[in-house]
């Protein structure tokens, strides 16, 4: 008669009881914080949503987003952060071409002052493609999120003035399962997420 279960029972039941934990640990802390590193020259006169994952401002001066004079996209994470220089280019890349893919897709303003278009990448919280998929088999949920932050501003190209300004984070769903078993994509779908969101911003006052 076995009064005891086998060792290595013990030891997937206690690791199964870690990832139930960890997973309960995300959910109570299931959104990212939008970043706050001094590029965003307005963050006073910025308002913050409850959440705590998006900061934003937006003058009532007209922009035309059919006049986007530049865009520039600077890399604010540490160098030790983990990031290769490839992954790095891959995501300003990323989105360089999601600002300039949602400004084109607004309607033009008659009268919409030219803007130039600054961004920073703050934050990036890539996954571990093996570990999800171990969680995966044994919670039938992928553990590690993955997502992304940016500050973004929109400036007068004449003068220079803050038209529009936000700071974004977001963690990539559960329901953007497939992403989590690569890497970078959670990172690159919440940079084209915050791409969207400068839209709508710039789309209030158009």
Not at 58 to 81: F, G, L
Not at 104 to 118: F, K, N, Y
């Amino acid at each position: 008669m076995k009064l005891f279960p086998k060792p290595e029972s013990l030891i997937a039941l206690a690791f199964r009881m870690f990832l139930l934990v960890s997973v309960a640990g995300l959910a109570a802390c299931s959104t990212m914080q939008a970043t706050d590193t001094g590029f965003l020259k307005n963050r006073s006169e910025m308002t913050t949503s409850k959440d705590g994952s998006t900061a934003y401002y937006r003058s009532p001066t007209p922009v035309d987003p059919h006049q986007v004079r530049s865009i520039s996209v600077e890399w604010a994470m540490p160098i030790d952060a983990g990031v290769l220089g490839t992954e790095r280019a891959r995501l300003i890349s990323t989105l360089k071409a999601a600002i300039s893919r949602e400004a084109e897709a607004l309607p033009q303003s008659v009268g919409g002052h030219p803007v130039v278009i600054r961004a920073v990448i703050t934050r990036v919280e890539s996954v571990n493609p093996a570990l999800n998929v171990l969680t995966s088999v044994l919670l039938t949920v992928p553990l590690d999120r993955g997502g992304a932050a940016v500050e973004i501003q929109v400036l007068d190209a004449d003068t220079l003035q803050p038209l529009a300004s936000m700071a974004h984070a977001y963690f990539v769903p559960i329901t953007e399962f497939k992403a989590r078993f690569s890497a970078l994509a959670p990172a690159e779908l919440a940079l084209n997420a915050a791409a969207v969101e400068l839209a709508k911003l710039l789309r209030e006052k158009s």
